[in-house]
């Protein structure tokens, strides 16, 4: 079962404009993680924010986290074509089977 | 560093055809896992390993054994391949498995089942 959602689903921006995607949990995290995956590839570790922590910048990735809300963002600054990818929350609830990985956004970045 | 090595990358069975997706790591982790990614859903849990000689169950088992004889090492067997099965498939692993540090994907074995 999915614990996270991601929204929009996919998104279509040009270089140089900023990205937001968000992720939506249903019960409460310990982290959450976010993944990118390019096409036909395996899934890369971008950013992992904890249950106590509000934001986290790397980079051009800025994450916020509200746990009121049970939601995450996303927010890439600057957008390149090379950002194009499918991006993934994953949400720790705690324990082995409880890391859930959402379905994902499409981001295509036009040049 | 090779990280997670998965082969084959593609593979066509035939329906009640057995095979073995191989799947090893580098880099001492403990936790290995497999993964199944259909459209539209995600990333689904089919087995784990917190070390070498332990291995269990994730959301959807069926028709998927496992082994984890050495560290390194974190094979997938279908035993007798169905349509159904026709998906993605990505081995991963992590110092530990709760999802408090990263995890390290393959690049995938895309199965087709006829």
């Known amino acids: 079962s999915q614990q996270g959602e991601e929204d929009p689903q996919a998104l279509s921006i040009q270089e140089g404009e900023n990205a937001t995607m968000n992720c939506s949990y249903k019960t409460s995290i310990n982290n959450l993680q976010w993944y990118r995956q390019n096409s036909g590839r395996g899934l890369v570790h971008l950013i992992l924010i904890r249950s106590n922590e509000r934001e986290k910048h790397s980079g051009r990735l800025r994450v916020t986290l509200d746990t009121s809300k049970k939601s995450s963002s996303l927010l890439i600054t600057a957008s390149r074509a090379a950002d194009t990818a499918s991006y993934f929350c994953a949400t720790d609830s705690g324990g082995y089977q409880k890391v859930t990985f959402g379905t994902g956004t499409k981001l295509q970045v036009i040049p | 560093n090779a990280g997670v090595t998965q082969t084959p990358k593609f593979q066509v069975l035939k329906t009640g055809q057995s095979m073995t997706l191989q799947c090893a790591q580098d880099m001492n982790h403990e936790y290995m896992s497999w993964y199944r990614q259909d459209p539209g859903m995600g990333l689904r849990l089919i087995h784990y390993s917190v070390g070498a000689g332990i291995t269990d169950q994730g959301e959807v088992p069926n028709g998927y054994n496992v082994s984890r004889s050495t560290t390194e090492d974190f094979p997938l067997r279908l035993l007798s391949a169905a349509p159904s099965q026709t998906s993605v498939y990505f081995c991963?692993?992590?110092?530990?498995?709760?999802?408090?540090?990263?995890?390290?994907f393959g690049q995938g074995t895309r199965l087709t089942v006829v």
């Open positions: 991963a692993s992590s110092l530990t498995g709760g999802g408090d540090t990263e995890a390290f």
